[in-house]
């Protein structure tokens, strides 16, 4: 194999994930290193000598790949509105769901012995929902739901059409970073009710405001959990909805 | 002295690139290298490789815009300026003059005093 066949496969090897735009760059680079042992022939030098002093000319492949991927970096206020965006519609999901969860338990028979009256003691927000009347919690969780939802879907259409950037792993790991710690600080805190009695597990009698932290708990570590498992699809360059293709030659035609 | 080179031109080579695609008129990577390095004097003796990051990012920013060489007997991504590049070509010609000529009135003095 000649060296300018292994330096391209070097270079492929490091465009790996960058779509359209590393084919580009790897095309270019093939026909760039062609000419320049062209020129070390037309020079006299041997083929070995021109094809070594074409690739030394070029610069190395990890520098270049990497100097690429900065170049398709997004702009910064892209991913802050994309982070924005996927903690507030999963923010708004997860409470929609411990809403709803919490109204199904405190309807729940082994829950109306167990200290369903001490639920809205001092507290506000989810604990209450299960205390309250049941309807209009029902319908505040499918509105905080359904709220999520939307704004979810209208998240993903953005992104679709480029106009936010897609969620890279980074935002990923922060969102989950922060439902995780979210979904950590409502089990070791005192009950969502408010009301700390010290015979329970966590140091909390095992009661309804303890099963009310415990699905907060549960839904935010499970959010945490599916948003680290998404894999984003990692859309390289503008997005150009005739062609329906991402990269810089879409935007250019 | 090519650190030193290398470290200056990270932050000119796009408006380097700019100034070489206004003089060659449409060329490709290898062409631009070469008038660079030919109108320079050999001064700009960059790795070849980092100038197609470079154009990559003019190109999105609409600096200039490239198509496949129509006919050519390999695959060859020609680029041009466009309008806006012309435009910001212009603009930064003027801040490079200006700049250069407020560091030449400072280095061009004699240093006084260091050869006692």
């Known amino acids: ?253 | 002295m090519p650190i030193f080179l290398g470290m200056d031109l990270r932050g000119h080579l796009e408006l380097l690139l700019l100034g070489a695609l206004h003089a060659t008129g449409p060329a490709h990577g290898y062409a631009l290298i070469a008038a660079l390095r030919e109108r320079s004097d050999g001064t700009f003796h960059l790795p070849e490789g980092t100038v197609y990051p470079a154009l990559h990012r003019l190109e999105r920013d609409g600096l200039v815009a490239s198509e496949w060489e129509v006919g050519a007997p390999r695959r060859r991504r020609v680029y041009r300026l466009t309008a806006e590049g012309s435009a910001a070509l212009q603009a930064k010609r003027r801040e490079w003059t200006a700049f250069a000529n407020g560091v030449q009135a400072i280095l061009a003095r004699p240093i006084v005093g260091s050869m006692a």
């Not at chain 1, 270019?28 to 094809?51: N, P, V, W, Y």
């Not at chain 1, 408010?194 to 309804?208: K, N």
């Open chain 1, 1 to 253: 194999m000649s060296e300018v066949d292994k330096y391209l496969d070097d270079m492929f090897d490091r465009l790996s994930g960058t779509g359209e735009a590393g084919r580009r760059t790897l095309a270019e680079t093939e026909d760039h290193l062609r000419m320049g042992i062209e020129e070390g022939l037309a020079r006299h030098l041997s083929m070995h000598e021109a094809e070594h002093e074409a690739v030394a000319r070029f610069g190395s492949p990890a520098s270049i790949a990497r100097q690429l991927r900065r170049s398709y970096r997004p702009r910064w206020w892209r991913p802050a509105l994309t982070a924005a965006w996927l903690i507030a519609s999963l923010g708004l999901v997860a409470l929609g769901t411990s809403y709803l969860m919490s109204v199904i338990d405190a309807a729940s028979p082994a829950l109306l012995h167990s200290g369903r009256q001490s639920l809205c003691t001092g507290s506000t927000g989810v604990a209450c929902a299960a205390s309250a009347s049941p309807w209009a919690n029902v319908v505040a969780g499918l509105v905080l739901l359904l709220t999520g939802l939307i704004l979810l879907a209208a998240g993903w259409l953005a992104i679709h059409y480029a106009w936010l950037a897609a969620p890279g792993r980074r935002i990923r790991r922060l969102t989950a970073a922060l439902f995780g710690v979210a979904g950590l600080g409502l089990l070791v805190s005192p009950p969502l009710t408010g009301v700390p009695r010290m015979d329970g597990i966590l140091g909390y009698q095992q009661g309804a405001g303890w099963r009310v932290s415990l699905i907060a708990s549960a839904v935010a570590m499970l959010t945490a959990i599916v948003v680290l498992a998404t894999r984003s699809r990692v859309q390289w360059g503008p997005y150009d909805p005739r062609s329906r293709r991402h990269g810089p030659s879409a935007a250019g035609r």
